[in-house]
């Protein structure tokens, strides 16, 4: 079973830039993707990765603005966050696709999870 463990978080003004980083064990074999929950809103779909990192998908709020990517010598996918805005503050959690592959937007295809770390943007 994978564990993953996000970290980077933190508070920063509106059109400033943060780095999220998720280490995860057994983790080449996985495809990855971040997901965020603000306050009292459902969890939403951010990016994700497969599993070799030459594919990527983006949900529509994000694009343009946010990069995921992976090293897996450092068993390390990254979350590179442009241009936020106070709307993009929430708790943002890292997860690992038990395919590899399926690069998807649904919570219930990914297999584990991490802890969560937190973004604040402030206007």
């Known amino acids: 079973q994978v564990r993953l463990v996000a970290s980077g978080g933190g508070l920063v003004q509106t059109g400033g830039s943060l780095r999220l980083s998720c280490e995860a064990s057994g983790f080449s074999r996985y495809g990855l993707g971040w997901f965020r929950q603000a306050l009292g809103k459902d969890r939403e779909f951010v990016a994700a990765i497969n599993r070799v990192g030459d594919s990527t998908y983006y949900g529509d709020s994000v694009k343009g603005r946010f990069t995921i990517s992976r090293n897996n010598a450092k068993n390390t996918v990254y979350l590179q966050m442009n241009s936020l805005e106070p709307e993009d503050t929430a708790v943002y959690y890292c997860?690992?696709?038990?395919?590899?592959?399926?690069?998807?937007?649904?919570?219930?295809?990914?297999?584990?999870w991490g802890q969560g770390t937190q973004v604040t943007v402030s206007s």
């Open positions: 997860a690992a696709e038990p395919t590899g592959w399926r690069m998807t937007p649904f919570p219930h295809h990914y297999s584990a």
